[in-house]
């Protein structure tokens, strides 16, 4: 394929067409001085009257004809008194209008741009601009041309511009001189710069490959690198020699950058069961915290001596019902205990304890919060209570004001100045919550508030890093009721029983055929997936009425290969929504995305704004959300997606935070569930295919579960009950915490 030809276009901003906040995607006219050319990329905040140096490609529209697509922006400020006023008057500097700016030319000129920045009192020889209006106007200029000379450094390395506004956030007007200083401060986690990358700027800047500064950041980033594999610590013999090998030095250098880490409190080491682990401060605070106020709500919260079996066989005569003998000691241990953790797999009777927990919580007056980690996870446990319950990100309510909020780090409006005002907590699949989230959840509910935890600690673990349930089991120390009793109507379905095998190592019945557990025997990659996609398109809809869209997903172990998601997505993206006439589409990183598609969300983002069919607006959307692509406007390059009831705009460049959702992975099905599941196996793999993971996939199906594949893949998964290991400090510190309290 012949490579496009880079070119370069020099001009000033004649018109903004469009432009998103979010992502800075724009379209634009550019005046070259011999013609207007339509200019669409990531141009953050340019403005009307800006000169501009574009590097980038022409290519053709098939409708709205050539455009020029940008991969470089290089800005300068407008020279002559024209294009400054065409500037100001845009609205570019807030506090500055039409009328006004007219005035600052007429009086300055050419000079109007360099008077303002470096003569500001000069401002006020202008009729209408009074001391306050000045200082806004000042703090505004701070701000661009902050903004504008951090993107301007950038540039010549290819960074987006995006970057350069969580710069300008972080150190204001400095940040040119912040990362001259120091460019490896790019890594930090509001930034979140590739450590090559932050190199790259590093080596410009005549860094050599043994500097201190370099090595340090480097120890950090492998330790912020492996959050995402869910550990919040490493250990010590594991983290040096990572870090030695990731920079190309010895570990005399590596020993003695960290010295230097630990004494200004960069790391911090904590001995743990006799070994050596590193933690960055964030996640050491956040373990030590969730410790201290675990134990310190058990201490001063738990009431033993209260009896509850009195108001526990009123309710049984309210609601008809006869609790086992387990379920009764768990609505009892809930109510008066300070912390407490209801646990069990399905059809055990969680959702009927839990809602007599509930009932009689209300009874005696308490405010009881409801909350889940995902969306979908929240809206199963307003159905499943008849309670409002919503997401902890919104209970917590994000704080979208806060220039400080990180992506791994987001601030929330709810904490110890200004804490929730429910009296009882109860939080739904607490195997999904990470160390971070759950840090902020304990700091926003108030002391006196009792705090009751719901999940299967048999599923996977969280995505972000911690293991936090499974600490607090295994710490031995918190309550906890474990059902285990399988009621008898639950007793009919195979897919509970078939769960409840599985999780006990038994190999699960695969024989019957008139239940709700299919296996459906194939050994080639191609048969399974043709049978994936038919069974989608035609048999189950055909058979039960299902949806193909809604109510079947697909879920499968990996990402890559004949059976992983990007395959089987391109493969039922052609059976259930293929090319039409009617249906505009676009390509984003070799993946068409058409509208009536059915998508997921794949990353936080808590500035993405959202609107409901009652007019209701809003911010945020979440790691899992399922959504379908209602629109796509290919001039605007924007498109709409609805999740649920809420209605998002998207660029085409914001795709990078979507991927077609008509099969997921396992772990990112977590917190939900769906009326029929399939789960297409091949060739097992010790990485992939074991236990947990399986019984995961396995519980997210309410009506039906089929499995696609060999019989060897169904025995090797219940056979490798590889544990997911995540290297964390919490248990211990609780044990620590409980020590103390008892001394």
């Not at 009896?307 to 049984?316: Q, R, Y």
């Not at 109510?551 to 499968?556: H, P, R």
Request: with cysteine.
């Amino acid at each position: 394929m012949q490579q496009r030809e880079m070119v370069t276009l020099q001009g000033s901003v004649e018109h903004i067409v469009f432009s998103s906040e979010e992502t800075g995607f724009t379209v634009l006219e550019l005046n070259t001085g011999e013609e207007l050319v339509t200019v669409v990329g990531e141009m953050v905040e340019v403005s009307e009257g800006e000169e501009l140096r574009l590097v980038g490609e022409y290519a053709s529209h098939p409708t709205y004809g050539l455009q020029f697509k940008v991969s470089l922006c290089e800005r300068s400020l407008p020279a002559t008194a024209n294009a400054i006023y065409k500037y100001l008057s845009s609205g570019a500097i807030k506090g500055i209008g039409p009328v006004i700016a007219k005035r600052l030319v007429d009086a300055f000129g050419d000079e109007t741009l360099d008077i303002m920045e470096s003569e500001p009192q000069r401002m006020e020889e202008i009729r209408g601009l009074t001391p306050k209006k000045i200082a806004v106007i000042r703090q505004e200029l701070s701000r661009v041309f902050g903004v504008r000379s951090v993107m301007m450094f950038l540039s010549r390395y290819g960074i987006a511009p995006m970057v350069a506004v969580k710069i300008w956030k972080k150190w204001g007007g400095a940040g040119v001189d912040v990362i001259k200083e120091n460019p490896y401060l790019l890594c930090a986690y509001d930034i979140g710069l590739e450590f090559a990358d932050a190199d790259e700027i590093a080596r410009s800047l005549d860094f050599h490959s043994d500097d201190t500064l370099r090595i340090r950041a480097g120890i950090q980033y492998v330790l912020s690198h492996n959050l995402q594999n869910g550990h919040t610590c490493l250990p010590k013999d594991k983290l040096l020699p990572a870090a030695a090998a990731l920079l190309d030095v010895g570990s005399e250098e590596v020993d003695s950058a960290l010295a230097l880490s630990l004494e200004e409190n960069e790391l911090i080491e904590e001995v743990i069961e006799g070994k050596s682990f590193l933690y960055l401060p964030e996640l050491y605070g956040a373990e030590r915290y969730i410790a201290g106020r675990i134990v310190m709500n058990m201490r001063l919260l738990t009431t033993p001596e209260k009896k509850m079996d009195a108001p526990i066989a009123k309710l049984e005569l309210q609601k008809g019902i006869q609790y086992a003998a387990r379920q009764k000691k768990a609505i009892a241990q809930a109510l008066v205990s300070g912390v407490f953790i209801l646990t069990g797999g399905p059809g055990t009777g969680k959702t009927t304890t839990l809602n007599a927990i509930i009932d009689l919580f209300e009874e005696q007056g308490d405010t009881v919060a409801l909350a889940a980690p995902t969306g979908r996870a929240a809206k199963r446990l307003t159905e499943l209570t008849g309670r409002e319950a919503k997401t902890i990100h919104r209970l917590l309510e994000v704080d979208f004001t806060d220039p400080s909020a990180a992506r791994s780090s987001v601030k929330f409006k709810r904490g110890e100045r200004n804490p929730l005002k429910a009296d009882v907590v109860i939080i739904d699949e607490m195997s999904m919550v990470d160390t971070l989230l759950f840090e902020s959840l304990l700091r926003a509910m108030k002391l006196s508030a009792r705090l009751i935890l719901v999940g299967d600690s048999d599923q996977l673990p969280s995505v972000g890093a911690g293991n936090v349930l499974k600490s607090l089991i295994d710490s031995d120390c918190v309550p906890m009721v474990r059902l285990d009793e399988i009621f008898r109507q639950a007793a009919e379905s195979l897919i509970v029983t078939n769960a409840h095998a599985i999780v006990g190592g038994e190999q699960p019945d695969i024989q019957t055929r008139d239940n709700d557990f299919f296996f459906m025997e194939s050994y080639s990659y191609p048969k399974t997936a043709q049978m994936v996609a038919d069974l989608c398109a035609r048999r189950l809809p055909g058979t039960y009425g299902f949806s193909p869209l809604w109510d079947i997903q697909v879920l499968t172990p990996s990402r890559k290969g004949e059976l992983g998601t990007m395959e089987l997505n391109r493969r039922l993206q052609e059976a259930l929504n293929p090319p039409h006439p009617e249906k505009a589409e676009f390509v984003f990183n070799g993946v068409t995305y058409r509208q009536g598609d059915k998508v997921m969300q794949i990353r936080n983002n808590y500035d993405m704004t959202w609107t409901r069919d009652n007019g209701e607006h809003g911010s945020g959307v979440y790691n899992g959300d399922i959504g379908e692509i209602l629109s796509i406007d290919r001039p605007a390059r924007m498109m709409q997606v609805r999740f649920e009831d809420r209605q998002c705009a998207y660029s085409f460049d914001g795709a990078n935070e979507l991927e077609l959702a008509y099969a997921v992975t396992v772990h990112k099905s977590q917190g939900s569930e769906f009326e029929a599941v399939i789960l297409p196996l091949m060739h097992p793999s010790r990485r992939l295919y074991y236990r947990n993971l399986f019984y995961t996939a396995v519980t997210r199906a309410k009506k039906l579960l089929i499995i696609v594949g060999p019989r060897r893949a169904v025995q090797y998964m219940v056979d490798n009950n590889k544990k997911t290991l995540r290297y964390s400090g919490l248990k211990e510190f609780i044990l620590w915490e409980m020590e103390q309290q008892e001394g």
